[in-house]
Structure formats: C-alpha cells, structure tokens
C-alpha cells in the first residue's frame, strides 16, 4: 500500500509540474517517487533500495514544494476579480424569434 501511494505521489509531481515553479525540481521528485513507490511495492527491493530512494524523493519534493508560488488571497473587504471566464454581458434569450 504505501508503494502505490508513492507512485500516485510521483504521478502528481509530474502532472503539476509548471505550477509548482521548479518544473525541473518536481519531474525529478516525480520519478524518484516513482521508482521509490515500485521498489517499495515490491518487498524484495524495498529493503535494500527502496527507502534510500524515498529519502533522496522526499528531499526534493519537499524543497520543490517549498519554493513553490503561493496565491494570495484578496484581503478581507476587498472586492475580488471577476474569473477571466465570466461572461461581462447577459446571455441572449434561447429560442425562436417572436
């Protein structure tokens, strides 16, 4: 079980990799988890190689997400943006013409 955490741990890294600021920094901790999570997975390796692996992933994932880019949220009081998607006119009526 904690394998296949580790292997969908790496699949998140590698999907979130350009909001995360260090694309670089997370394909890496992507992979390392990766392969740490299927040496873990299988208990054979999990002894020798697979927390070895873990330490040097979670080193790198935890400094990727720690200079990662924070949003901020608007300050209390204050009006937030509308969403770049929202349509800035009301939508014309549905139907046939009368």
């Known amino acids: 079980m ?3 955490m580790f292997i969908l741990e790496g699949c ?3 999907v979130n990799r350009f909001f995360l600021g260090n694309p670089g920094g997370a394909s890496a901790a992507g992979i390392l988890s990766i392969i740490a999570g299927s040496f873990l997975a299988s208990f054979i390796l999990a002894v ?8 040097a992933a979670l080193i790198v994932g935890g400094v990727v ?12 009081g204050q009006p937030a943006a509308p969403p770049p998607f929202a349509p800035s006119a009301p939508s014309p009526p549905y139907g046939p013409a009368r």
């Open 65 to 76: 997400l720690a200079r990662a880019p924070i949003p901020h949220p608007p300050y209390p």
């Open 12 to 14: 998140a890294f590698l």
């Open 48 to 55: 020798y190689s697979g927390f070895f692996v873990l330490a």
């Open 2 to 4: 904690l394998g296949t």
